[in-house]
T-cell receptor
Framework: DQQVKQNSPSLSVQEGRISILNCDYT??????FLWYKKYPAEGPTFLIS?????DKNEDGRFTVFLNKSAKHLSLHIVPSQPGDSAVYFC?????????????FGAGTILRVKS | NAGVMQNPRHLVRRRGQEARLRCSPM?????VYWYRQLPEEGLKFMVY????????ESGMPKERFSAEFPKEGPSILRIQQVVRGDSAAYFC?????????????FGNGTRLTVT
């Protein structure tokens, strides 16, 4: 039962262009969403988050968009840089529960070509 | 290094042996989470602890797995009588508080291989 789905296993983008990573969820109780970035042999690193009361959150080159009616969120990276090459995980949680119990997607491998 | 520390980084066990994975949270963090990542999958929640207490263990297998976070010392994830299916990367994370605006900080994981 995959409550968070990242349907694209990989994405390849040219340096300087936009990277768009997508994520869908099924659980209507989720009201907080996060993106994590992971390099090989390292743990995930928090990138950006968004609450369900918003539809957009921006932090530098990273923007997360949330479409609640479609149960869909996306991460935009502009401009993409070779150092952005990593696995990106979408995660979701319900803030009604105590604690940060995250449900992760399977991840999307981003390759930024120089 | 004030980050989340996990050790060992790699652990090899034969079937039937015990595996002990350790996690020292970031300084000042009293909330600890364990996640498991199987090959080609995302991270799956296992257990959430807050100093000396298990808050949520809904993701833990009912048998062979246990976790603790004592008053002093690191959090321990213990797997008894390991089987090949336990081979995975185990990640520990910590947070300052238990709310959503207190993001999880992950360690670099322990890769367990059961032979």
């Amino acid at each position: 039962d995959q409550q968070v789905k990242q349907n694209s296993p990989s994405l390849s983008v040219q340096e300087g262009r936009i990277s768009i990573l997508n994520c869908d969820y099924t659980n209507s109780m989720f009201d907080y969403f996060l993106w994590y970035k992971k390099y090989p042999a390292e743990g995930p690193t928090f990138l950006i988050s968004i609450s369900s009361i918003k539809d957009k959150n921006e932090d530098g080159r990273f923007t997360v968009f949330l479409n609640k009616s479609a149960k869909h969120l996306s991460l935009h990276i502009v401009p993409s840089q070779p150092g952005d090459s990593a696995v990106y995980f979408c995660a979701a949680m319900t803030t009604r529960e105590y604690g940060n119990k995250l449900v992760f997607g399977a991840g999307t491998i981003l390759r930024v070509k120089s | 290094n004030a980050g989340v520390m996990q050790n060992p980084r790699h652990l090899v066990r034969r079937r039937g042996q015990e595996a002990r994975l350790r996690c020292s949270p970031m300084k000042g963090h009293s909330h600890v989470y364990w996640y498991r990542q199987l090959p080609e999958e995302g991270l799956k929640f296992m257990v959430y602890l807050q100093k000396e207490n298990i808050i949520d263990e809904s993701g833990m297998p009912k048998e062979r797995f246990s976790a603790e976070f004592p008053k002093e010392g690191p959090s321990i994830l213990r797997i008894q009588q390991v089987v090949r299916g336990d081979s995975a990367a185990y990640f520990c994370a910590s947070s300052l508080q238990g709310q959503a605006n207190s993001p999880l900080h992950f360690g670099n994981g322990t890769r367990l291989t059961v032979t």
